[in-house]
């Protein structure tokens, strides 16, 4: 008998620290989604650095535009066999400009163009991920704390059942083997809080490496999601995630880039012209002069070397138009896949928050009651202990995985529902 008392009080006790060392980790202030969301879009590097690339794109258009730097040139001519340039009998400066045929500088500013809007979509699609991931994270702490809280209070229980036992025995209208089952029972919830805590620091890392914090700073309490009544049709997500999503406009602009980059490759086919204009300083001799100059380069004598160029962007855009068929079609896949689970664990939620959740409860009180009165043995007891963990489990996972699911959505089609 003192040796199954002693147990008891070495199970209590580890219990009882593994819940001081859970609340020790965490602060007791709300951590709010909207503030978290707020943190993250300010100050995530990687979107921070899409920024970046978006803003870089930006300033290449004026560059595409741009003609070629002029250049300016000074000849000596006719200095003496000694290489002596300051003898030189006439000085020429000149003055030269490269004009791009006609067109040219044009599409160039095109493309430029659609590839700083591809930047800024990727910009868009870099938020939406990390904003998504953030989501997913938070939905992550709130689970593993909430099954924690769980936890505890199955401790709780798990004690006062077990006081009861002791009481029951110690007059005689319970046997040793209800103790024994007692422990068992603490033994196990002793042994799963390990992982749960674990469950709860890396989710608790990967928001705060989320948010740029320290990797093990501490977070406030994580509200319980809350569900939107009814989301548009699976049909109505799909098409507009397939105008919606970031990587469905990327493919779009790589298409449109391709063209453009084809009818250029054709335009480099026709020559481009130099204009030079020049001053000869005579020197000691009465008349100075000027002369004018024009120059083209000959591309037909490459002609092979254009047409490959052409042949090259007719390829890339071809499978830029295969890569947006397939981000298209990726996209319908997704939105399905998607609608279907977060519907699918709704479902689930509502199930055990409307009728599996009370009924669990109402027959825990139920048989707690008849194992007071001696009406139903300790199994009984335990059993319904069991049955109420499972229910809570599987509505809060059943919860957190609506939102997950919602936040893929939300992503997928660009807004928030």
Known sequence: MKRLLFVFVFIFGAVGMSMGFSAAEESADA????????????QNPEILAAKGRSLAARERIPQAWALDDPQFGITRWEFPANFNILKANETWYTLSQQFPFFGKRGLRGKMADLERAAADE??????????????????????????????????????????IAQEKFAVGEAGQQDLLRARMELLNLSNAVITLEQERESAAARLNILMNRPV???LGVPQAPTLPSS??????LQGDAEETRSENRIGALAVQRGEEAIKLAKRDRFPDLTAEVGFMDMHDREHNAWMATVRINIPWVNRKKYDARIRENEAEQSRAEAAYRSAVNESRFKIKDLWTRF???????????????????????????????????????????????EAETTYFRALADADKRLAELEEMVGREF
């Open 343 to 389: 519907e699918a664990s709704k479902r689930l939620a509502d199930l055990y928050q409307d009728g599996i959740l009370p009924l669990a409860e109402q027959s825990l009180e139920s048989a707690l009651i008849g194992y007071q009165t001696g009406k139903n043995d300790f199994l009984t007891l335990i059993d319904a202990q069991r049955n109420l963990k």
């Open 31 to 42: 951590l709010l989604l909207e503030e978290v969301l707020r943190e993250v879009v300010a």
């Open 231 to 236: 989301i548009p049709e699976m049909e109505a």
């Open 216 to 218: 093990s700073g501490l």
């Open 122 to 163: 990727e910009f868009r699609a870099v938020s939406l991920r990390t904003v998504r991931l953030a989501k997913q994270a938070y939905d992550d702490l709130f689970l593993a704390r909430k099954l924690l809280e769980i936890h505890h209070d199955q401790v709780d229980l798990a004690r006062k059942f077990s006081q």
